[in-house]
């Protein structure tokens, strides 16, 4: 006689029925605790950790850059509408009356050329701008902060519920 040794189980289930195919799913999950009694990971709990030893630069770079280009357009939206918030509730036009009014304004400046719609929206743009260059910037800079910081702790670890 030949005896059989016996197969590893297949980590795939078998669909034929749902029946059958949660006991193939329970058996799989305990085949975790046979495997090594010494592995960290078991198959049983709904919790997994991962160790975040390294970011790419790169990715982070590109990440950065798509998060600041969004927050960008959000500025520069913000902006334009609370100006024409401001504005239809003749917020500037009180401010510069106030400002002529109490002696305070100047002849060589006029504040009612500055706040209009236009360089207000400009203003806003270039801010945006410069802060879409720093933001991708710190990205790639806090990318190799923290690998360099990985290398030296071992890393970040993460719990994932499943």
């Given at each position: 006689m030949t005896s059989k040794t016996p197969q590893p189980k297949s980590f795939k289930p078998k669909v034929s029925s749902n029946k059958k195919m949660n006991s193939n799913l329970s058996d799989q999950t305990n085949l975790g605790s046979s495997l090594n009694s010494n592995s960290d990971y078991s198959f049983d709990s709904k919790d997994s950790e991962v160790i975040v030893k390294a970011i790419n630069p790169n990715s982070a770079l590109r990440v950065g850059f798509i998060l600041s280009v969004a927050?960008?357009?959000?500025?520069?939206?913000?902006?334009?509408?609370?100006?024409?918030?401001?504005?239809?509730?003749?917020?500037?036009?009180?401010?510069?009356?106030?400002?002529?009014?109490?002696?305070?304004?100047?002849?060589?400046?006029?504040?009612?050329?500055?706040?209009?719609?236009?360089?207000?929206?400009?203003?806003?743009i270039i801010i945006a701008v410069i802060n879409v260059v720093v933001f991708t910037l710190l990205s790639f800079l806090f990318a190799h902060i923290y690998n360099i910081s990985a290398k030296l702790v071992g890393g970040l670890k993460v719990k994932i519920k499943i």
């Amino acid at each position: 006689m030949t005896s059989k040794t016996p197969q590893p189980k297949s980590f795939k289930p078998k669909v034929s029925s749902n029946k059958k195919m949660n006991s193939n799913l329970s058996d799989q999950t305990n085949l975790g605790s046979s495997l090594n009694s010494n592995s960290d990971y078991s198959f049983d709990s709904k919790d997994s950790e991962v160790i975040v030893k390294a970011i790419n630069p790169n990715s982070a770079l590109r990440v950065g850059f798509i998060l600041s280009v969004a927050l960008a357009v959000i500025f520069v939206v913000m902006t334009a509408i609370l100006w024409i918030v401001l504005n239809s509730v003749s917020f500037f036009t009180h401010i510069l009356s106030f400002i002529s009014t109490s002696g305070i304004s100047d002849s060589s400046f006029d504040l009612g050329n500055f706040i209009s719609f236009p360089k207000i929206l400009a203003l806003s743009i270039i801010i945006a701008v410069i802060n879409v260059v720093v933001f991708t910037l710190l990205s790639f800079l806090f990318a190799h902060i923290y690998n360099i910081s990985a290398k030296l702790v071992g890393g970040l670890k993460v719990k994932i519920k499943i």
